[in-house]
């Protein structure tokens, strides 16, 4: 089982960005593709980013395509997501997920995914 650890929440106005890490441990990290998913209050989690294990395929919500990015460095066992123009809306823990079965594409179904970490509050303020 992998460990994984988010970090880089936190308050930021409308308009401006975060960037989230999230650090994984107790696997080899670079042959499983890797998601961002959130979950606001009273909201079911929701799908954000994925990525491949080689970082060269990604997918994106439509809510955030153009505005988040994500990456990986295997070599520091990290992945990232880049928020800019960030949104009320986007308000939500973000969670970062390893998938369960190595290499393949990543996906953005959340039950292809058995590892979670602890999740990164992002609060956005108008």
């Known amino acids: 089982q992998v460990r994984l650890v988010e970090s880089g929440g936190g308050l930021v106005q409308a308009g401006g960005s975060l960037r989230l890490s999230c650090a994984a441990s107790?696997?080899?990290?670079?042959?499983?593709?890797m998601g961002w998913f959130r979950q606001a209050p009273g909201k079911e989690r929701e799908f954000v980013a994925t990525?491949?294990?080689?970082?060269?395929?990604?997918f994106y919500a439509d809510s955030v395509k153009g505005r988040f990015a994500i990456s990986r460095d295997n070599a520091k066992n990290t992945v990232y997501l880049q928020m800019n123009s960030l949104k009320p809306e986007d308000a939500a823990v973000y969670y970062c997920a390893s998938k369960t079965a190595p290499y393949g594409l990543g996906s953005p179904n959340q039950y292809d995914y058995n590892s979670w970490g602890q999740g990164t509050q992002v609060t956005v303020s108008s």
């Open positions: 107790g696997r080899t990290f670079s042959i499983y593709a």
């Open positions: 990525i491949n294990p080689s970082g060269i395929n990604t």
